[in-house]
């Protein structure tokens, strides 16, 4: 099983509509979740941290958390064409000789269609 | 906010060349230092994780001999690609931390996009 796993997609989703994002996690003890957003040949950029179980909002973007059910999800409100990108979820795991270190999902690929 | 700067931001090389990728943290000490690579529509696969003056640690399957890590300060680590091949081409992007931040909070470079021919 991947440590976290996401749909690849792609999802298309209608301009002005809800885009839902989900990620499952497979590390029981994770505490640090977050959404990144990648747009073709660039680096990802942070969208979302979230620590605690429920909601967090930050303008369109709400994500929510199940730690029981190690989910993660990302919901964009209004979605307009330049949220068209991939989506990665990320975990933080702490690692050998206790490194730290956020382990990717495979990302979602989003597609708001005008 | 914290910046990384990261180059060269593409490079192309012949096969059996070595290349060198810089990243800088502008505005704070970067204590640790992730190095990242992603292959065309694939995600952030995690190559090495560096502490400030230690040696780096590499994720399993990543050879420590062809991908040199040196993080000899704390605003600057290198990744060089030694004897390159065209399997190595991919985009190689790093992300630091600050002191006292582990990887709750990362800042990333824009990533360096190298070809081998």
């Known amino acids: 099983q991947k440590e976290v796993e996401q749909n690849s997609g792609p999802l298309s989703v209608p301009e002005g509509a809800i885009a839902s994002l989900n990620c499952t996690y497979s590390?029981?003890?994770?505490?640090?979740f977050f959404w990144y957003r990648q747009y073709s040949g660039k680096s990802p950029e942070l969208i979302m941290s979230i620590y605690s179980n429920g909601d967090k909002e930050d303008g369109r973007f709400t994500a929510q958390l199940n730690k029981a059910s190690q989910y993660v999800s990302l919901l964009i409100r209004d979605s307009q064409p330049s949220d068209s990108a991939t989506y990665l979820c990320a975990v933080r795991v702490v690692a050998n000789f206790g490194n730290e270190k956020l382990t990717f999902g495979t990302g979602t690929r989003l597609t708001i269609i005008p | 906010g914290a910046v990384v700067s990261q180059h060269p931001s593409w490079v192309i090389c012949k096969s059996g060349t070595s290349v060198k990728i810089e990243c800088r943290s502008l505005?704070?000490?970067?204590?640790?230092m992730f190095w990242y690579r992603q292959f065309p529509k694939q995600s952030l696969m995690l190559m090495a994780t560096s502490n400030e003056g230690s040696k780096a640690t590499y994720e399993q399957g990543v050879e420590k001999d062809k991908f040199l890590i040196n993080h000899a300060s704390l605003t600057l680590s290198t990744l060089t690609v030694t004897s390159a091949h065209p399997e190595d081409s991919s985009f190689y992007i790093c992300s630091a931390s600050g002191r006292g931040f582990g990887a709750n909070v990362l800042t990333f470079g824009a990533g360096s996009r190298l070809t081998v021919l």
């Open positions: 505005d704070f000490q970067a204590t640790t």
């Open positions: 590390d029981r003890v994770s505490q640090s």
